[in-house]
Nanobody, 123 residues
């Protein structure tokens, strides 16, 4: 019903910035929350940030708070993740997710997932 495609990943040095994009299509009227998760090699997928359908509510993991900003442009059906002052520990595959509930921060709460985009931060 909903398709998500991430883009914007790449290789960046510590202290640099990247902006990830998540374009959605399909029956997106059912989506109330979109979020970003990341997964480092050998680790479980972890919550990064979420944003409500209106953009009026956001939340961030403690590890990225103050450095990352999630936003959306509904006219473009796109959610963004601006990542500043990147650290090597930010390295991983970043996934965009969409859910039909409110204020979702756990993997199992999301209904749809993109394929992921690699972010690598070098020292």
């Amino acid at each position: 019903q909903v398709q998500l495609v991430e883009s914007g990943g790449g290789l960046v040095q510590a202290g640099g910035s990247l902006r990830l994009s998540c374009a959605s299509s399909g029956r997106t009227f059912s989506i109330l929350t979109e979020g970003w998760f990341r997964q480092a090699p050998g680790k479980e997928r972890e919550f990064v940030a979420f944003i409500s359908w209106s953009g009026g509510s956001t939340s961030y993991a403690d590890s990225v708070k103050g450095r990352f900003t999630i936003s959306r442009d509904n006219a473009k059906n796109t959610v963004y993740l601006q990542m500043n002052r990147l650290k090597p520990e930010d390295t991983g595959v970043y996934y965009c997710a969409a859910g039909t509930g409110w204020g979702l921060s756990r993997v199992y709460e999301y209904n749809y997932w993109g394929q992921g985009t690699q972010v690598t931060v070098s020292s």
